[in-house]
């Protein structure tokens, strides 16, 4: 056997497949080296999508029902089950069995216009698509019907009667189970239609913009969910961590469902500690006799939560100078919309009012030519005014691309969530210690604050 040959064979031994599942059910096949770094599979992967701003995604395996996310600098064979690393044999499969992992969002931001890469703002809305289907809000069912009109304007384009008519959408695809039952497909499909013709005019980027804005108003979409346990000696976990986009909550466990105990927004998390299988919160303002205990479980898991903690907390702290500059654009453009409206309405008026006066006068030629006019005006002004949507041909809602310059949010994303994966572990008032620590933290413990 030639060297050349021998080499060829090694490298192919050290091939292995994987199977990356996107958010929007889709899924890619890939072959990397069993050697390989997550970072490089995260970079295939986006190159792959043509993913511009990849900075709010990550990559995921499921561990005991919870998206544990990689570290991009860690070895990929370090999250995969044994069996995927051993050497498989020749033949039809071989690169053995594909390991299973998730392209996900990782880190969430509470308005759309903040992800200036069409692309990434496309796969982020799909993620809060299946958010949405597990949503557990009883009392706001009325968010999940505009939702659904939401998604079939980005999904199918303006409402057309000829074509869309009778069971033209599945419900179980944009409703949760639980809505679909209480309500009955019948009562849905009967319903939705007109709340869809409701969103005419709408582009697909707007669609999915008016999405993402409502759809992280439901307390359980914008959330990653993790065990908690009371103390060491407690074998199933009976508390629940919540990470949302504006700080932490505890939940008591009570078969399947959640009890809301303490709600933290950053603000008023004064530090997280996480010290072996231990982790603290100490809230701002109070002694630290008053700190709130609780296990992970192992330091495996303390050190994924304390990352995840840490950059989600650095993201929503960086971004808060950003997100006041959109809503106060946003004001503004609500503002525009009104006071075109007002304008428009007012004209129809005084429109109509001539035209009185023109037929009073007996003028025809003066009625022809006042109607002329208010048919052109409701043309260009009011025909959508029975929705509630301006559909001006010069009018837009603001896009993503405007006014505060998509570049400036990438930059600032980018300096906030650049070490997502791999950066410092600590920002202030987070830190780890403990002599069960995982070596690699050992670097940063300059930076923890006491």
Partial sequence: MSKFNFQNNKVMQDRRSVCVFLPNDEALNIIVNVRALCQELFIQVCDLLRLKDCHLFGLSVIQNNEHVYMELMQKLYKYCPKEWKKEVSKGIDQFGPPMIIHFRVQYYVENG??????????????????????????????????????????????????????????????????????????????????????????????????????????????????????????????????????????????????????????????????VGKKFEILPDGLPSARKLIYYTGCPTRSRHLLQLLSNSHRLYMNLQPVLRQVRKLEENEEKKQYRESYISDTMEMDIEHLDKRSRASGSSAGSMKHKRLSRHSTASHGSSHTSGIEADAKHRDLGPEDSFSAHILHRKLKSCSSTTSHGSSHTSGVESGGKDRMEDDSQDDGNATA
């Fill in 113 to 274: 216009r903040l992800i200036g890469d069409k692309t990434a703002r496309y796969y982020y809305y799909w993620h809060l698509r299946k958010q949405v289907l597990q949503s557990q809000c009883m009392l706001r069912e009325e968010a999940y019907f505009l939702l659904a009109a939401y998604a079939l304007q980005a999904d199918l384009g303006n409402y057309k009667r000829h074509k869309h008519y009778g069971k033209y959408f599945e419900p179980e695809a944009y409703f949760p189970p639980w809505v679909v039952t209480k309500r009955g497909k019948e009562y849905i499909l009967k319903h939705i239609p007109n709340m869809h013709k409701d969103q005419y005019a709408l582009t697909a980027t707007e669609a999915h913009l008016k999405y993402v804005k409502e759809a992280v108003q439901l307390e359980d979409v914008a959330v990653h969910y993790y065990r908690l346990y009371k103390d060491k000696r407690e074998i199933d976990a009976s508390l629940m961590l919540g990470l949302t986009l504006q700080g932490l909550q505890i939940f008591q466990v009570v078969g399947e469902s959640k009890q809301l105990l303490y709600d933290f927004p950053w603000t008023n998390v004064g530090k997280l500690v996480f």
